[in-house]
Nanobody, 127 residues
Framework: QVQLVESGGGLVQSGGSLRLSCAAS????????MGWFRQAPGTEREFVAT????????NYAESVKGRFTISRDNAKNTEYLQMNNLKPEDTAVYYC????????????????????WGQGTQVSVSS
């Protein structure tokens, strides 16, 4: 069983930055691919970014590419999402997720591919 705890959400003005963190309890954190998803009120949970378990390769949703950066520190069992140039449409609850299943990027962009989820952290961007 893996427990994930997000932190770092908050209220920021448009154009501002936030850094989300996700601390994992997994004994073999490096064996898990990690992802970030978000869900705005009345919408489906959507993919934001993912980072694989080995070389740290990354993949992003088009809407955040060039503004968000996903990273991981396996020594600290922690995943990060650096969010720059935030826009009001980025407002949502952000969730980190983990999976030890293997697959291509198309697979890791699906929320159904992840077995473990954090409780979520609210990000609000004012215009």
């Amino acid at each position: 069983q893996v427990q994930l705890v997000e932190s770092g959400g908050g209220l920021v003005q448009s154009g501002g930055s936030l850094r989300l963190s996700c601390a994992a309890s997994a004994r073999t954190f490096s064996g898990y691919a990690m992802g970030w998803f978000r869900q705005a009120p009345g919408t489906e949970r959507e993919f934001v970014a993912t980072i694989n378990w080995s070389r740290g390769s990354t993949n992003y949703a088009e809407s955040v590419k060039g503004r968000f950066t996903i990273s991981r520190d396996n020594a600290k069992n922690t995943e990060y999402l650096q969010m720059n140039n935030l826009k009001p449409e980025d407002t949502a609850v952000y969730y980190c997720a983990a999976t030890n299943r293997r697959g291509a990027w198309e697979y890791l962009r699906l929320k159904g591919s992840y077995d473990y989820w954090g409780q979520g952290t609210q990000v609000s961007v004012s215009s």
